[in-house]
């Protein structure tokens, strides 16, 4: 009986609820899709023209007919998944917590480089107390550099390991330097050249064919580096268009970068009071280096932001090859680099996707600190936490993350253990050892930050303290609640559009993958720490990142640092999947291969193509189409010898100017028409202009329709275009390109 359900019950259940999860899935995101449902769709889950709306959130009444069958396709996953064998690898606390000085003379190094260290720190941080300001950025790395030491010189003592092996130091380092290589290999490039970039691409492919070939390199870090090189040809395509030239608020990131390239007084880097007086002054160096490589123009500041998103990509096939296996890793980075939240967020500039790296490579030397009896590891994880307090703030509560993974390993250490008070006594006072350590670097990065707590009030104003929902009473029932909900299902359903991003955080593909993951993790976590982490690391993660946030909504600049624990637990999924089939041979051409093999390519293409689609089709064709962004198309498309006069919002924005200069655009050719009225404006325009011109008047224009009749009368032989986006008129453009053009008589001109 017991080999009946093992053999054909536990399978069907599972298969049921695989199932059930992708009719849910496909019945949220059908309509994003397609723009339509397919009729058995709308028998099994009926829509109702109702909209239910909550805290700013739209959902049909389908959806909960689809939430249901997504729940009891978990259900049933995770009693089909129940006892089946694990893609995740279990963690041990390492036996390397005992201080012993006559092991090695490199623990009496580990001490005194310690001890000098924190002596070092110490007075460092009273200067700083008594003066108000930070340290300077030489005596705030000494102590740092010397701590590092410390634990280098521990895991050098026999029985430990190096928390990297040189041959993944050398991949580290190669991929950051030839990121470095195609960001100048693209700058040269057109940003709109297709042609160009599958070139580069089919070179680069084959090197690194050859290179494997010849065994210079392994096959895994051939793929890693094939994944990489397709990915940034991807995201710097069309990344100076126009309809990605202004969002509203980004330019002040260009616009400190560029002053540091210039300023003789430079500010610290430690200080907090970067751009709006948020965001640290280190993450606008960060551009500025960039800027200062690649130009000071568009290319080289946002850059920057595309390389922060592959920065993350070593560190995060290490977390998941350390975890599970090295195909699972490649399905990670498959879907981390292919996401289309990440493609649009690097279009804006923000300093955002810089925490992206920082929260990885945190988790990723924590994990192989555990694995791998090495102190360095645990102190470059708290290194890596703590340098959130340095680039995008809504890192900062991740810190945690780290901490809970440490923390679960040895409370299932203990658990596995004798149960023996004294045995959990012991184990959770050698777990103090790796957390002081832990601690100690968070404590050493971070303290000139502390020195001033300003920055702590502002960044309150940024989450539910300031609400920015009215009439809200009870913020964790009204609020808190459903903004954690919310975030949980953007995966699969979410309807708010800004900042590039669109719709669902996932493609169907990647949503079912990451559901049938953690339908697996739920099912395992009652007895491996590292499933039980990644289920509430997430759950953490969503209450942070979503449920604290000021609005009423999960905010796209702050979820996207959801898209590496998607990456992973959709990792595990198709492991588990890939796993299933690894039995199943077929033979091609006189060779059998296994349909393992066959599917991974077929899934990756999925999801790449699927990604590709939602951002180039859709969310491109739906976004927003600011009047700034418009008035770069204008630009990008008109004769190099076209003049533009512009008839703003009242007061003109000085912005417009600055956006032009970074694209490199003339700002002569921009004339502003502002302290005129609509009938001297028309005066003043024929007098100095020369065709070819554009006259452009904003859709924000007071007495706009005044203004629109006189210019009409103007040039009556011009139609007046109006420039759209989905939500209408933006600009209304006269286009003289003749010389005869005419000169209207002050009467037809009206009194306007």
Known sequence: MKQTIQTYLKPLVTLSGIVLLALGIVRLQVEHWLHTTPAFLEQLMPTDCHVLSICGMAYVHYFGNAVRFMAAGMVLLIVGLAGSASPVRRLNPASWFRLKLSDSQWKVAFLVNLFVAVILAAVQMVRAADTGSPP???AWLLPLVLAGVACACYDRAPGHQAVLTWQETLTWGGHTLFL???????????????????????????????LWRH???SKQVALLFGITLIGMALYTFRMLAWQYAFIGDEYAFFDLAKSLLNRPDLPSPLEAAGVYGVHPVFSSYLHAFSMKLFGADVYGWRISEIFMVFLAVPPLYTLVRTISTGRAALVAVVVYTSSHHLLGLSKVGYNNLQALPVVVAALAFMIRGITRQSLLGI???GVAAAAAFYVFYAALPLIILPVLLLGLVYAFSALRSKPAPLNWLRL?????????????????????????????????NESVVNSRVEHVTDPWTEQIRPNIWYTLMANVYLTRKSHYVLGP???PVSALLMMAGMGYLISRSWRDSVALFLVLGYAVSCFFIGGLAPYGYPVNTRTFLLVPFYAVIAAIGTEWLIARLDHIRLTLVRRTISVSTLCLPVIAAAILGLNLYQFFEISETESERTEMALLVKEFQQADPDTVFYYVPQHPFNETVLMVLSAYEYDTNRLRVVDNYTAKTAVTHILSEAQPPYHVLVSSKRSLLQAWLTVFHSAWPDYPVDALRDPEGPRLYRISVDTEDAPTPSPGALGDY
Do not use: K, Q
């Not at 290589?181 to 050859?210: A, C, K, Y």
């Not at 670097?441 to 309150?460: F, G, H, I, K, T």
């Open 215 to 217: 065994g210079r390199i």
């Open 180 to 210: 470095l290589l195609l960001g100048f290999v693209f700058m040269i490039m057109s940003p709109d050249s297709l042609i160009g970039r599958v070139i580069v691409v089919d070179s680069g492919l084959l090197i690194l064919f050859e």
């Open 505 to 507: 955080h996932l493609d």
């Open 428 to 460: 959770g006072i050698l777990g103090l050892f790796p957390f002081a350590i832990f601690m100690l670097a968070v404590l050493l990065m971070c303290y000139p930050r502390l020195v001033n707590l300003e920055w702590v009030d502002l960044l309150s």
């Open 136 to 138: 300077t950025v030489r």
């Open 379 to 381: 102190f470059l994880s």
